[in-house]
């Protein structure tokens, strides 16, 4: 069974949006929070944001503060990134995770979805 599924991704043009989602099985349901990772090619896997299901607060790194935002939808069981004033370094497979406990560790989440490209032209 799939428990995360993200989709959404694609090739933009630099300054340009794009919406992930992020679906998540109701047997993540114990799992409060949901991060958001990427990776690009020959990099480690990098912590992008976060929101916790109860309450909705964010968390972000530094590099997309401002230009991201992550939202959700409770009823839908659906995690949102907005991305926008995307840059080529932007690029990478971008994945969701939920976890217990809010953290920017990916090796601290439970489970993970397979991840969908951003791919961002200069």
């Known amino acids: 069974q799939v428990l995360l599924e993200e989709s959404g991704g694609g090739l933009v043009q630099a300054g340009g949006s794009l919406r992930l989602s992020c679906a998540a099985s109701?047997?993540?349901?114990?799992?409060?929070?949901i991060g958001w990772f990427r990776q690009a090619p020959g990099r480690e896997r990098e912590f992008v944001g976060g929101?916790?299901?109860?309450?909705?607060?964010?968390d972000y790194a530094a590099s997309v503060k401002g230009r991201f935002t992550i939202a959700r939808d409770n009823a839908k069981n659906t995690v949102y990134l907005q991305m926008n004033s995307l840059k080529p370094e932007d690029t990478a497979v971008y994945y969701c995770?939920?976890?217990?406990?809010?953290?920017?560790?990916?090796?601290?989440?439970?489970?993970w979805g397979q991840g969908t490209q951003v791919t961002v032209s200069s």
């Open positions: 929101i916790r299901r109860s309450g909705g607060s964010t």
């Open positions: 995770a939920a976890a217990g406990l809010p953290s920017s560790r990916w090796s601290t989440y439970d489970y």
């Open positions: 109701t047997r993540t349901k114990s799992n409060t929070y």
